[in-house]
């Protein structure tokens, strides 16, 4: 069952319809993450970096530069982690996104991957280019690493809440986001509602300080609470909001 922090009853769920939802990508709209995926031969090593960061136990500025020196991944295998993100997609993500659309709420992406695979995930499950934020890497003619943009925000620490708070025009308000890190707690200032999507990997003080915990594999939770009571009247929405409701214990 998915959990809503406290959360037990139905009253405590009804929030002001979003009007703009921000997922994370890696660990949240798909099942790895991308900087793992593309370590190879430093899995472990790229792991424990990636995990001490999303765990909040060293700043995300102290290993993004160094994770990307050590992997130094070509511009062939970046897009194909694009390939990757769609394999590993997390059930109900590309309903989830259309179902939010068709009830006339804007979805974004920010993340902290690398923007070539994240850009082609959002769009292949319906999230326009310039609603997704990522970071820029850079390669020379035969497609080598040469480096990263290291004036993003979303290299380092309280950049999501940044980019939240800068996004040009200004996110519609009210703003949910969804993720699973500690890069994702940070920006809860700057939302009205924090999702914790547990269901790839648990990080016990971002599940400690969400608004509502998503623990099962599915975003369809995500459909229900940020439809409330009002239950959408086309599919794939209407069954995702059913689904919703009965892994966030809303049964009838």
């Given at each position: 069952m998915a959990?809503?922090?406290?959360?037990?009853?139905?009253?405590?769920?009804?929030?002001d319809r979003p009007r703009s939802v921000v997922f994370d990508c890696d660990s949240t709209l798909v099942g790895i993450e991308g900087i793992?995926?593309?370590?190879?031969?430093?899995?472990?090593?790229i792991a424990a970096l990636t995990d001490a960061a999303m765990s909040g136990e060293i700043p995300l500025?102290?290993?993004?530069?160094?994770?990307?020196?050590?992997?130094?991944?070509?511009?062939?295998?970046?897009?194909?982690?694009?390939?990757?993100y769609e394999n590993t997609l997390i059930p109900d993500a590309r309903d989830v996104v259309r179902?939010?659309?068709?009830?006339?709420?804007?979805?974004?992406?920010?993340?902290?991957?690398?923007?070539?695979?994240?850009?082609r995930l959002a769009s292949s499950i319906g999230i326009a280019t310039e609603r997704v934020r990522a970071v820029a890497v850079e390669f020379d003619v035969r497609g080598c690493y040469t480096g990263y943009d290291e004036?993003?925000?979303?290299?380092?620490?309280?950049g999501k809440r940044e980019v939240v708070d800068q996004w040009q025009p200004p996110l519609a308000r009210?703003?949910?986001?969804?993720?699973?890190?500690?890069?994702?707690?940070?920006?809860?200032?700057?939302?009205?509602?924090?999702?914790?999507?547990?269901?790839?990997v648990e990080h016990r003080e971002v599940r400690?300080?969400?608004?509502?915990?998503?623990?099962?594999?599915?975003?369809?939770?995500?459909?229900?609470?940020?439809?409330?009571?009002?239950?959408p009247t086309r599919s794939p929405g209407r069954e995702l909001y059913r689904r919703g409701r009965q892994l966030l214990g809303f049964t009838e």
């Open positions: 959990v809503m922090k406290a959360a037990s009853d139905a009253a405590e769920w009804r929030r793992n995926w593309l370590a190879t031969d430093h899995v472990d090593e500025e102290q290993i993004y530069g160094r994770r990307l020196d050590i992997v130094r991944p070509a511009l062939d295998h970046v897009l194909a982690l694009a390939d990757a179902a939010l659309h068709d009830a006339g709420i804007a979805v974004y992406v920010i993340s902290g991957g690398l923007e070539p695979a994240v850009q004036r993003s925000p979303l290299a380092r620490s309280g009210p703003v949910w986001l969804i993720g699973d890190g500690t890069t994702d707690l940070e920006a809860k200032p700057a939302v009205d509602v924090f999702i914790a999507f547990t269901g790839v400690a300080h969400a608004d509502f915990v998503i623990t099962e594999r599915s975003l369809a939770p995500v459909v229900a609470l940020c439809m409330g009571e009002d239950e």
